[in-house]
T-cell receptor, first 111, second 114 residues
């Protein structure tokens, strides 16, 4: 079945540092890929998405490229801010309107 | 446009009590689903529906019931609450158009079972 694997553990970094969160997936066919963000005490917000190979999703300075050859969708941001502190979830949908989520990564940005 | 609305936002239940988490969407989406979020587990699918009158089980359906009598509403019922059902619950709705699908989430319902 479909599955998403995110790198283990929280990520702590200083303001203006470069952020990378790894995400790899297993799926049949050609899934759509998503990154969701959850700020403290809030619900899930769609951060960005990509629907086919080589597509790049981007939003709020975050980017992720759909790499079919490596089955990856790594999230990157060049210069993080304290306000980017949140939990980030990678997810996929195989066209059935249901999502398979990774376990999430807590990101803590220190001033 | 309210999007996906969940109620209540917070609830404390005693073991054995029953309750219903409400979910409503005003976007005329065919697909609706319920997820639970637990620390270190990500989100897991409980039940989903592809249209009014049609529901099916997801990854973790035990202890929960759903129904879909209208397109707009998709309530989640806990028949006899257990401490293991302490979690954050998210309702989602979506449509499919061509090769894309956009999935919208409610703000979540924080449930504690004591």
């Amino acid at each position: 079945g479909d599955s998403v694997t995110q790198m283990e553990g929280p990520v702590t970094l200083s303001e203006e540092a470069f952020l990378t969160i790894n995400c790899t997936y297993t799926a049949t066919g050609y899934p759509s890929l998503f990154w969701y963000v959850q700020y403290p005490g809030e619900g899930l917000q769609l951060l960005l998405k990509a629907t086919k190979a080589d597509d790049k999703g981007s939003n709020k300075g975050f980017e992720a490229t759909y790499r079919k050859e490596t089955t990856s969708f790594h999230l990157e941001k060049g210069s993080v801010q304290v306000s980017d502190s949140a939990v980030y979830f990678c997810a996929l949908s195989s066209g059935n309107n249901r999502l398979a989520f990774g376990k999430g990564n807590q990101v803590v940005v220190i001033p | 446009n309210a999007g996906v609305t969940q109620t209540p936002k917070f609830q404390v239940l005693k073991t054995g009590q029953s309750m219903t988490l409400q979910c409503a969407q005003d976007m005329n989406h065919e697909y609706m689903s319920w997820y639970r979020q637990d620390p270190g587990m990500g989100l897991r699918l409980i039940h989903y529906s592809v249209g009014a009158g049609i529901t099916d089980q997801g990854e973790v359906p035990n202890g929960y019931n759903v129904s879909r009598s209208t397109t707009e509403d998709f309530p989640l019922r806990l028949l006899s609450a257990a401490p293991s059902q302490t979690s954050v619950y998210f309702c989602a709705s979506s449509y499919s158009r061509g090769d894309t699908n956009t999935i919208y989430f409610g703000e979540g319902s924080w449930l504690t079972v004591v």
